[in-house]
């Protein structure tokens, strides 16, 4: 059972450039969530998704980031007009249930 | 906010010994998890814990749960040098599933 994908696992981006990174969730799994994490520190939640619906976005800046995980295919992070403050690692997590998330690679965005 | 916060922020001991973390945190929960990190990688789940719960091992793990003091402990027996990583600890609340990092311990295990 392969756990959960992320890709790329790496992305540069010039300021103003749309960032778009995408996570699979294990198989079976439902859940998924996204969260951020900027260097030495911990992760800080962003978006909670299940299949086409957003759950909570409590996480989410108010402009230039969306979320989505359609019916088919991965669920999608996307960062429209990336400014520097937006390098970081972005991880996704899924569960089966509301309980042990599972967390991706990461994708490591860096913008210049 | 539920932030958890670990201590300590750093922790340096020699191969074999016994590494503690600690973590706290503010609001009710209904589970804490602790993560492994290595350095530039993704996060490993290690245990989960339920609030009803006091205590639980896995392998060389302990880990405690104390929800009158908002605390839980992190203990690593006979450690290894490839325990060296960043562990956080993270809380989900009643009715929300999103979970709260604290900022890590960086434990490094030396030879």
């Known amino acids: 059972n392969a756990g959960v994908m992320q890709n790329p696992r790496h992305l540069v981006r010039r300021r103003g450039q749309e960032a778009r990174l995408r996570c699979s969730p294990m198989?079976?799994?439902?859940?998924v969530y996204w969260y951020r994490q900027l260097p030495e520190e911990g992760l800080k939640f962003m978006v909670y998704?299940?299949?086409?619906?957003?759950?909570?976005e409590s996480g989410m800046p108010k402009e230039r980031f969306s979320a989505e995980f359609p019916k088919e295919g991965p669920s999608i992070l996307r960062i429209q007009q990336v400014v520097r403050g937006d390098s970081a690692a972005y991880f996704c997590?899924?569960?089966?249930?509301?309980?042990?998330?599972?967390f991706g690679p990461g994708t490591r965005l860096t913008v210049l | 906010s539920q932030q958890g916060e670990e201590d300590p922020q750093a922790l340096s001991i020699q191969e074999g010994e016994n590494a503690t973390m600690n973590c706290s945190y503010k609001?009710?929960?209904?589970?804490l998890q602790w993560y492994r990190q290595n350095s530039g990688r993704g996060l490993v789940h290690l245990i989960l814990?339920?609030?009803?719960?006091r205590e639980k091992h896995s392998g060389r793990l302990r880990v405690t749960l104390d929800t009158s003091k908002k605390s839980s402990s992190l203990l690593i027996t006979a450690s290894r040098a490839a325990d060296t990583a960043s562990y956080f600890c993270?809380?989900?609340?009643?009715?929300?599933?999103?979970?709260?990092f604290g900022q890590g311990t960086r434990l490094t295990i030396n030879p």
């Open positions: 997590a899924s569960s089966l249930y509301t309980d042990t998330q599972y």
């Open positions: 998704l299940q299949k086409e619906n957003i759950i909570d």
């Open positions: 814990i339920r609030s009803n719960e």
């Open positions: 198989k079976g799994h439902s859940h």
């Open positions: 993270a809380t989900d609340g009643k009715g929300a599933q999103k979970l709260v």
């Open positions: 609001t009710s929960i209904n589970n």
